[in-house]
Every structure is written in C-alpha cells, then in structure tokens.
Nanobody, 126 residues
Framework: QVQLVESGGGLVQAGGSLRLSCAAS????????MAWFRQAPGKEREFVAR????????YYADSVKDRFTISRDNAKNTVYLQMNSLKPEDTAVYYC???????????????????WGQGTQVTVSS
C-alpha cells in the first residue's frame, strides 16, 4: 500500500523560505515520477512541480518557476520542495502525489496521479 506523508509546512512572512518533505513508502520509490500540487481556499488543486524517477528532469508551474525547487533522495524515499521568495498567493495546502505507472513520463494534470498525501498547510503573511 502506497503511503505519502508530507511535512514542513507552516507560517512564514512574505519573502521567506520553507522546505516541504514527502516521505513515501509501500513500493520502490525510485521507479516513479513524483509531484507537488497545491490547493488554495475556494480554488482548484493546481500543479506546482514534478520530478522524474532519477531526478534528472524537473518541471514547474510558471507561477513558481525560479522560486521553487523540487528534488528527491531515492535512498531516503523522499521528495522535497524548497520554496524561496514566498508570496501571500503561495498560501495553500500542499500535496505530494505519485502515479501508479512506473518509468512513465508524467504531465501536470491532477488526474494523472493516483496516490496523494494528506497535505501540509503553507501560510504566507504579507
């Protein structure tokens, strides 16, 4: 059974930084893309970033490009999201997501991902 557990959220002032972590278990982590999504109150869940199984390919939403960095440590079964220069509009619940297809290049659509964590709240004050 695949489990994803996020951590690292919190309250930060605009311009600050946070690093989110997502610990995965239940299967061979290094065979799958991983992604981060976020959902602000009253809005749809949206793609933030994704990373290939080996970490060599990363993709970002335009809204976070050059501010956020996704990475992974396959030895620790963990994916990270380093968030710098945070803005109030980054306030949301952040979710880690994983697909069920191994060694498959994934897109940024929510429906492509089969496993989700419980989410971690990020609040950026102005």
């Amino acid at each position: 059974q695949v489990q994803l557990v996020e951590s690292g959220g919190g309250l930060v002032q605009a311009g600050g930084s946070l690093r989110l972590s997502c610990a995965a278990s239940g299967r061979t982590f290094s065979m799958y893309y991983m992604a981060w999504f976020r959902q602000a109150p009253g809005k749809e869940r949206e793609f933030v970033a994704r990373i290939s199984w080996g970490g060599g390919h990363t993709y970002y939403a335009d809204s976070v490009k050059d501010r956020f960095t996704i990475s992974r440590d396959n030895a620790k079964n963990t994916v990270y999201l380093q968030m710098n220069s945070l803005k109030p509009e980054d306030t949301a619940v952040y979710y880690c997501a994983a697909p069920s297809i191994q060694y498959h290049h994934m897109g940024g659509q929510r429906t492509e991902y089969d496993y989700w964590g419980q989410g971690t709240q990020v609040t950026v004050s102005s």
